[in-house]
């Protein structure tokens, strides 16, 4: 893949180390950028041009490449390994670039915004010892007075105090919406991936290589049920029937799903015809097991499809099918 288009898939990744190793390699390339355009500012005493610029264009040629790079199969260790990396380049800038204390002071606080956007709460109190080296390092090799080095007294406070609230307030945000994510693609009476979820899982089976099956379960007499003791003891049917599936499924590989009303389907990746006319009549007949609130017994007709290279809705209207013609032979999966 080539380097632009994996900027443009990483730009787009939701997943929380993608995020932070894009937001990085971003403000190395902004903080490049703005080194160069530091050159041209009037400058204090001390100041290098030729080692800035070195600096400079290190940050804007590793930007790009950090926001290239697979995050998400890369251990957070190694992520967090940018941050001695950053503070160096920092360093070797604050003892290039002369005595501006607020060029000393201001790509410090980019690193623990970094810190506080994208990476865990405490990451900013971890890296704390760094900072105290970054920071002094400089200032000792240049005969700081004192008073300038007192000065990291109140900067670290406000660096720790950023990068915390920050961490807490993303935290909180990545919360809400995970909490929204499973309300949009979750059945709330069962817990079970809703009709999209579902669909969007096994689109995505399909399209890849290798056999997938689906089965699909109608609940048979499931209106009288609810008509003779009302909605909640037909909710407590739909609770029960949800419960049997999950414990048929294969833990981390097969789905189970409510659709609509007591309609039900679970899929079977890698799994052929056979074996899921097997897995529908493990299901059936643990159904069957149930009983509602005055001990009916719960009945369920289930339909089997499995292929290679089908598309999803045709996959999932051909299991359909065949739940309707179970329903002509009671406790049979067609």
């Known amino acids: 893949m080539s380097l632009l288009r994996r900027l443009r ?10 995020v932070s190793g894009f937001t990085v390699g971003v403000m190395f390339c902004l903080c490049g950028l703005y080194t160069f355009f530091t050159i041209l500012l009037p400058t204090p005493p001390g100041f290098h041009v030729g080692a800035v610029s070195l600096i400079g264009l290190s940050a804007v040629l590793g ?3 950090l926001m290239a790079l697979p ?12 941050a001695p990396v950053a503070m160096t380049l920092i360093a070797l800038h604050n003892v290039a670039a002369g005595s501006d204390a607020f060029r000393y002071g201001m790509f410090f606080f980019l690193v623990f915004v970094w810190f506080g ?4 709460r405490g990451t900013s109190l971890r890296m704390s010892p760094l900072l105290v080296i970054a920071y002094l390092t400089p200032l000792i090799m240049r005969h700081a007075s004192a ?3 007192a000065s990291l007294s109140y900067t670290l406070p406000l660096y720790l105090t950023v990068g915390e609230l920050l961490a807490w307030r993303t935290d909180r945000l990545r919360q ?7 309300l949009a693609e979750h059945d709330s009476l069962t817990g079970l991936p809703n009709r999209a979820a579902f669909m969007a899982a096994l689109q995505d089976r399909c399209a890849a290589p290798g056999p997938v099956a689906v089965l699909f379960f109608d609940l048979d007499g499931f209106k009288q049920i609810n008509d003779r003791l009302g909605h909640a003891a037909g909710d407590d049917v739909l609770v029960q029937v949800a419960g049997a599936l999950r414990e048929i499924a294969r833990p981390g590989l097969d789905l189970p ?7 039900f389907v679970m899929l079977l990746p890698e799994t052929s015809a056979t074996e899921a006319q097997a897995t529908a009549g493990r299901a059936v007949r643990r159904l069957g097991e149930l009983r509602a609130a005055d001990g009916t017994p719960v009945r369920a007709s289930a339909g089997v499809a499995a292929g290679q290279g ?8 051909r299991a359909d099918t065949a739940m309707y013609a179970a329903k002509h032979r009671p406790e049979t999966a067609a």
Do not use: C, F, K, Y
């Open 9 to 18: 898939a990483n730009a787009r990744d939701p997943h929380p180390a993608t």
């Open 63 to 65: 930007g790009p490449v």
């Open 71 to 82: 995050w998400a199969r890369i251990p957070t260790a190694a992520r967090l390994m940018i």
């Open 117 to 120: 956007l994208g990476e865990p």
């Open 147 to 149: 008073s300038d080095l």
């Open 176 to 182: 809400l919406q995970e909490r929204l994510r499973r």
């Open 257 to 263: 799903a409510r659709l609509a009303g007591d309609e």
């Open 310 to 317: 089908i598309a999803a809705d045709q996959l999932l209207a």
